[in-house]
């Protein structure tokens, strides 16, 4: 009740609310007990599935906190071989024609793109024993509250697991690799505008946005 409290008062305050509150709850080991509590209590307050978990929160950054700690090595073994092989290719993925090379071909761009694309979801996927198990009953108990609260809408339990693993975890990691140890320096400019545009298709699949029909290639370009 006190966290619950805090987590109403301190607004602009909560990263160092929050980093304190994870220490000291893993050195207790309670720390899943806090942040599935937290998260319960967000899921409880909500009422449009559209926005769960969007805003940032005392549970969200929780959350992101815990995952940046205790997920080193699921994201070596989800992202570290496709991260690596864009930073040794010379090969584009640039879909963007304002910020294409001059000798730049779109379809040869696009080509090595979904091939990258489907090596890293693999890679993601076959990476869930690396996936620390507090974090994965974290998920399993969000998926739970959520199938309860809303039990009609049928992608839900797959939103509120994607929202936090996929928008919170794995994109960032492809957006700024060096922030999360995963490589010794920022990759050069044509790496990480690779990396961003995966970055980004990820951040489709996370949102359960399918390709094709009306969503056109737009979607994979940045500013």
């Known amino acids: 009740h006190s966290v619950r409290a805090l987590a109403d008062l301190c607004h602009s ?4 609310l929050a980093t304190s509150l994870l220490k ?9 007990e806090l942040i599935r509590s937290l998260c319960q209590a967000e899921i409880a307050r909500e009422t449009d599935t559209a926005t769960l978990f969007r805003a940032t929160s005392l ?15 699921f994201l070596q073994s989800a992202l570290l071989d496709t991260i690596q092989k864009l930073i ?3 090969q584009s993925a640039e879909l963007n024609p304002t910020k294409m090379e001059v000798n730049d071909d779109a379809c040869t761009n696009a080509e090595f793109l979904l091939l990258v694309l489907d090596q890293v979801t693999q890679s993601i996927f076959t990476s869930i024993d ?5 974090v994965r009953y974290i998920c399993h108990c969000l998926q739970k509250a959520v199938i309860a609260k809303w039990p009609g ?5 797959t939103r509120v697991v994607s929202g936090f693993i996929f928008l919170r975890l794995l994109c960032p990691a492809l957006l700024s690799p060096r922030t999360f140890n995963l490589v010794l ?8 505008r690779s990396l961003i545009m995966v970055a980004k298709c990820l ?12 969503v056109s290639l737009k979607f994979l370009f940045f500013k």
């Open 24 to 32: 000291i709850f893993r050195h207790e080991r309670k720390e899943c």
């Open 203 to 214: 951040q489709n699949l996370a949102n359960l946005i399918e390709f094709g029909g009306k």
């Open 130 to 134: 690396a996936c620390p198990r507090g």
């Open 59 to 73: 549970a969200t950054t929780l959350m992101d906190f815990y995952m940046r700690a205790e997920c080193g090595l």
């Open 13 to 16: 305050n909560r990263v160092p």
């Open 185 to 192: 320096e920022q990759p050069q400019q044509m790496a990480t």
């Open 153 to 157: 809408e049928r992608l839900v339990r």
């Open 88 to 90: 040794d290719s010379k």
